[in-house]
């Protein structure tokens, strides 16, 4: 069996990550409205967040990964982001993804 977790599952979890905190909320809205992305939402984010993880994660297919824990560091490296207000960008989020899966094989 695969070790794998489904975009949705991805996306679920990086919401439940970031919406949290309902003091982090405030924060996070003003992050993305001062971004250069004026469409962005933090629906946006996690949407583009979980596509990336899950794109990185496809790569490691074959390795043994503890995928909550990945998507869990992975999430608070966002979140980190976002909370000094810097909406990461999709090579920051492969970087990120890349480091959270790692670190947890």
């Not at 869990?72 to 959270?100: F, T």
Request: proline share 4%.
């Amino acid at each position: 069996m695969r070790n794998s977790l489904f975009y949705g599952e991805i996306a679920d979890k990086i919401t439940d990550y970031l919406c949290k905190n309902p003091d982090h909320m405030m924060q996070i809205d003003r992050s993305i409205s001062n971004s250069h992305d004026p469409g962005g939402t933090i629906w946006t984010v996690v949407s583009e967040a979980a596509y990336v993880f899950d794109n990185v994660e496809g790569l490691a297919e074959d390795e043994d990964i503890n995928l909550i824990n990945a998507v869990g560091e992975y999430s608070n490296e966002i979140l980190d982001h976002l909370l000094v207000g810097d909406v990461p960008k999709p090579i920051q989020m492969v970087e990120m993804a890349s480091r959270s899966i790692q670190t947890t094989m």
